[in-house]
């Protein structure tokens, strides 16, 4: 019997605050593994503050084509004239199906070659995610499966989320979660697509997901409620968090968050559900 509970930080190199956040969850919390943005401002800090002093975290690539600039020129589908990406989720979702966009997947394919390549230069790569979760959009999945076989990254997450609710109701009753609760819905069904997919590029990817519903809201009540309802063996559990840790001048702030990797109880109530508190590289080493 082997559950596996993985506390995995998105959205790395994107800001200072959250750089910070990210070290100081490590030293002090259970965070075990990161996904860097490699066009994030602040990836390079990333790279020489975190990862020297973090040996042992898993490092994922955290695919980004709707916010900051582009590493690829040229980009005309996909970003501005100033080289700044200028897509939305359902911008992304209609160039993804649209027949007459035959420019889409080559320039996409070719900006995600080069984020990919540029982490990859920098550390070991064990898992792929991206921003908004655009990867999860079916035909943008395959894409993205078929880079992950080919540059030997074998695990990309997909994004099924049980339904579940925290009992207080004010959590609950907001047009936030309302948003998020519809999201969760799209990428359920998108996952069960992925699943395929998935199996067709013989990769892997974790059973469910935590972070969707409560989305911008998360604390480690929506994580403790959650993994309370998956009573199943044998399974992967990945919760994504944005462990910001406050600054002055930081616009968002994800302080919850960043209490979350260092909320001692809630790791006690992980193990206590029988659950190995991992990353992906360890999860694939000892996995047969």
């Not at 080559?106 to 984020?115: D, K, N, S, T, V």
């Not at 999945?141 to 997909?158: M, P, S």
């Not at 399974?235 to 994800?254: L, M, Q, S």
Request: include cysteine.
């Amino acid at each position: 019997m082997t559950k596996k509970f993985i506390l995995n930080a998105d959205g790395v190199g994107m800001s200072k605050a959250v750089n910070r956040g990210v070290l100081e969850a490590y030293e002090a919390g259970f965070l075990k593994s990161i996904s860097l943005t490699a066009n994030g401002k602040y990836f390079d800090e990333a790279v020489k503050t975190i990862l020297p002093k973090c040996s042992d975290l898993g490092v994922g690539i955290h695919l980004n084509i709707t916010s900051g600039k582009s590493l690829c020129t040229d980009l005309t589908t996909l970003t501005d004239s100033e080289s700044d990406f200028n897509n939305t989720y359902l911008k992304l979702l209609f160039n993804a199906y649209n027949p007459k966009n035959k420019d889409f997947f080559p320039q996409l394919e070719r900006e995600f070659r080069r984020q990919i390549e540029t982490v990859m230069s920098k550390t070991k790569v064990d898992h792929i995610d991206s921003n908004m979760h655009i990867h999860a959009i079916p035909a943008i999945f395959d894409l993205v499966c078929k880079l992950a076989k080919e540059y030997q990254i074998n695990q990309v997450r997909t994004h099924f989320e049980r339904i579940y609710f925290i009992p207080e109701i004010y959590k609950n009753m907001n047009f936030v979660f309302y948003k998020n609760f519809l999201k969760k819905l799209f990428l359920n069904f998108c996952s069960v697509i992925n699943e395929n997919t998935i199996h067709k590029h013989e990769l892997k990817t974790n059973d469910y997901i935590l972070g969707i519903a409560y989305n911008g809201r998360m604390e480690s009540l929506a994580i403790s409620y959650g993994i309370k309802g998956l009573k199943y063996d044998n399974i992967t559990v990945e919760a994504f968090i944005h462990p910001c840790r406050y600054e002055e001048g930081t616009i968002d702030n994800y302080f919850d968050e960043y209490m979350i990797a260092r909320n001692k109880k809630l790791a006690d109530i992980i193990k206590r559900l029988g659950y190995d508190i991992t990353n992906y590289t360890e999860k694939n080493e000892n996995t047969p």
